[in-house]
């Protein structure tokens, strides 16, 4: 682990040098952990992506009786194959969240997941480690960050420079540069919307850079859409000063196009998969 962590770092310091970080352990963040390999947003699937010397993105909401947890749905019934249906922010987790199998739905039914709960932030920030990175996903409101705040508080192995939260809510994102500065906060958004025509409109750099300043975040991270996300978009936002991280790429060829533009991130949701597959290549 140790020595991934070294080549890791090399390979960010390196990327500063010549302008375009490379695939490997410190650039590749696994989504919703190593859900190619295990179930998303459960610690097996964290666990699989700090072993394997990767960071990881979870997702997390605030449930009715004021727990953290990491789930992605805004409610209950997708990942745990429709035995409870509940919104995630109604649903108690004493009584009922932590009751349910998020490791046996889909291609997991019958599988070594099975069962698993859903786990809870402090749970997860338990796998902090320097030189990697925990991307939490912010998904409620700015009222949930209080309670990330107190999650924080009370553990000792998270810090600012091993996790940063992601959020598309702007109020989120500004609530959390205001009650926890030290940490940073990439907007998240999609590389386009529907306008008022109710057609797909591509996001402009001018479109990033008003949600950035009106966030407070240190940078964005965008979904990676080729021919909006030219490098001429992404060096315009670096300009600024602002960092730039694209999500989630599952091609290697589509991962490289990324970082050869100027990203210094990708998520994706097969990370060893990738890298192993840009290593054989190198390799030829």
């Given at each position: 682990m140790k020595t991934k962590m070294l080549l890791g770092l090399a390979a960010v310091a390196a990327a500063g040098v010549l302008g375009a970080a490379q695939p490997d352990y410190a650039t590749f963040i696994c989504h919703r952990g190593e859900s190619h390999d295990a179930p998303e947003n459960t610690l097996p699937a964290y666990k699989t992506a700090v072993d394997r010397g990767f960071g990881f993105?979870?997702?997390i909401y605030l449930s009715a009786d004021k727990r953290v947890f990491t789930f992605h749905d805004s409610n209950l019934k997708r990942t745990t194959a429709g035995a409870c249906t509940k919104k995630c922010a109604e649903a108690s987790w004493a009584d009922e969240i932590s009751k349910v199998d998020v490791g046996g739905w889909g291609k997991w039914k019958g599988s070594k997941f099975s069962p698993t709960r859903p786990a809870l932030l402090e749970e997860v920030l338990e796998l902090a480690v320097d030189g990697r990175q925990i991307?939490?996903?912010?998904?409620?409101?700015?009222?949930?960050?209080?309670?990330?705040?107190?999650?924080?508080?009370?553990?000792?192995?998270?810090?600012?420079?091993?996790?940063?939260?992601?959020?598309?809510?702007?109020?989120?994102?500004?609530e959390l540069k205001r009650l926890m500065p030290e940490y940073k906060v990439y907007w998240l958004t999609s590389s386009g919307y529907k306008g008022k025509d109710k057609k797909w409109t591509p996001i402009t750099v001018d479109y990033v850079l008003q949600g950035l300043k009106e966030t407070g975040a240190d940078g964005v991270d965008c979904h990676f859409k080729p021919e909006v996300v030219t490098a001429d978009f992404i060096k315009a936002i670096k300009d600024k000063g602002y960092e730039f991280h694209a999500?989630?790429?599952?091609?290697?060829?589509?991962?490289?196009l990324a970082f050869e533009r100027g990203a210094q991130t990708v998520t994706t949701n097969c990370a060893k998969k990738q890298l192993d597959e840009y290593k054989a290549r190198k390799n030829k």
């Open positions: 993105e979870c997702d991307y939490v996903e912010v998904k409620p409101g700015p009222e949930i960050v209080p309670y990330i705040k107190a999650v924080y508080a009370k553990q000792k192995k998270a810090t600012n420079k091993n996790t940063l939260f992601i959020a598309f809510n702007r109020e989120t994102c500004k999500w989630t790429i599952d091609s290697l060829d589509q991962s490289l």
